[in-house]
C-alpha cells in the first residue's frame, strides 16, 4: 500500500476511488490522501478500516459532547449544552460579542478597558451593550450571571466598575473553541 498526496482535480473525483484496470491497482482518496491498494481484497479491508475510524471519531465527538454537559451541570448547577451557547453566540451583536471575547480571553476588564474596546464614550452606551447580552440570555432561559458578572469597586470616593466573565460561561466557550473561530 502506498499514501501519496491527490493531484488538485476540478471536480468531485475525490470522493470516488479510480480502478486502475491492467494492474488493476484500486485508489482511494481519503482526507486529501491518495491510498493505492494492490488489489480489491486491500481496498475492501482499508474501506472498512476508513468506515470503523469514521464511526469511532463520530462516538468519541458524542461521548465527549455528553461529558462536557455533566461536567458543567456537577460544576454550575446550570447545563450550558452546545447547542443552547451556539444560539446565545448566534443571537448577539458584534459589539456583544467583542465584549465577551475580551473577558473570556482576559478574566476581568474595567468599565474603562470595554468602553475603550468598543470605542465607546461613555458608561451608559456600555450599559446598553451589556443589556442587550442580558436580554438575549433571558429570552433562552440562561440567568445573565451566568455570562458575566459586575464588580463595584471604590477607591477615594470614586467608583469603577469591573466586569468578569462567570466560570460556567468560560468553561462553555473554551469547551466550544470559541475562541478559536
Same mark, same amino acid.
Not at 468506515?51 to 462536557?68: C, G
Not at 458575566?148 to 466573565?165: C, D, P, Q, R
Given at each position: 500500500?502506498k499514501?501519496?498526496?491527490?493531484?488538485?482535480?476540478?471536480?468531485?473525483?475525490?470522493?470516488?476511488?479510480?480502478?486502475t484496470?491492467?494492474?488493476?491497482?484500486?485508489?482511494?482518496?481519503?482526507?486529501?490522501?491518495?491510498?493505492?491498494?494492490?488489489?480489491?481484497?486491500?481496498?475492501?479491508?482499508?474501506l472498512?478500516?476508513?468506515?470503523h475510524?469514521?464511526?469511532?471519531a463520530? =462516538?468519541?465527538?458524542? !461521548? +465527549?459532547?455528553?461529558?462536557?454537559? @455533566?461536567?458543567?451541570?456537577?460544576?454550575?448547577?446550570? *447545563?450550558? $449544552?452546545?447547542?443552547?451557547?451556539?444560539?446565545?453566540?448566534?443571537?448577539l451583536?458584534?459589539?456583544?460579542k467583542?465584549?465577551?471575547?475580551?473577558?473570556?480571553?482576559?478574566?476581568?476588564?474595567?468599565?474603562?478597558?470595554?468602553?475603550?474596546?468598543?470605542?465607546?464614550?461613555?458608561?451608559?452606551?456600555?450599559a446598553?451593550?451589556?443589556?442587550?447580552?442580558?436580554?438575549?440570555?433571558?429570552? =433562552?432561559?440562561?440567568? !445573565? +450571571?451566568?455570562?458575566?458578572?459586575? @464588580?463595584?469597586?471604590?477607591?477615594?470616593?470614586?467608583? *469603577?466598575? $469591573?466586569?468578569?466573565?462567570?466560570?460556567?460561561?468560560?468553561?462553555?466557550?473554551?469547551?466550544?473553541?470559541?475562541?478559536?473561530?
Amino acid at each position: 500500500m502506498k499514501i501519496t498526496q491527490p493531484k488538485n482535480r476540478l471536480t468531485n473525483a475525490y470522493k470516488r476511488g479510480i480502478l486502475t484496470l491492467g494492474s488493476i491497482m484500486v485508489k482511494i482518496t481519503y482526507h486529501d490522501k491518495l491510498i493505492e491498494c494492490e488489489d480489491a481484497e486491500e481496498a475492501i479491508k482499508i474501506l472498512k478500516a476508513i468506515e470503523h475510524e469514521e464511526e469511532f471519531a463520530r =462516538l468519541t465527538t458524542n !461521548a +465527549r459532547r455528553v461529558r462536557i454537559e @455533566e461536567d458543567a451541570r456537577r460544576k454550575f448547577g446550570y *447545563t450550558w $449544552t452546545a447547542q443552547v451557547f451556539r444560539q446565545l453566540v448566534d443571537s448577539l451583536g458584534e459589539s456583544q460579542k467583542r465584549v465577551l471575547t475580551l473577558l473570556v480571553r482576559k478574566n476581568k476588564a474595567s468599565d474603562e478597558e470595554l468602553r475603550k474596546t468598543l470605542k465607546l464614550e461613555s458608561n451608559q452606551q456600555l450599559a446598553g451593550v451589556l443589556s442587550g447580552i442580558s436580554k438575549q440570555a433571558a429570552a =433562552l432561559n440562561i440567568p !445573565a +450571571r451566568s455570562i458575566f458578572l459586575i @464588580e463595584n469597586e471604590s477607591k477615594g470616593g470614586e467608583t *469603577t466598575k $469591573t466586569y468578569a466573565v462567570a466560570s460556567e460561561f468560560s468553561y462553555t466557550a473554551t469547551e466550544n473553541n470559541w475562541l478559536d473561530e
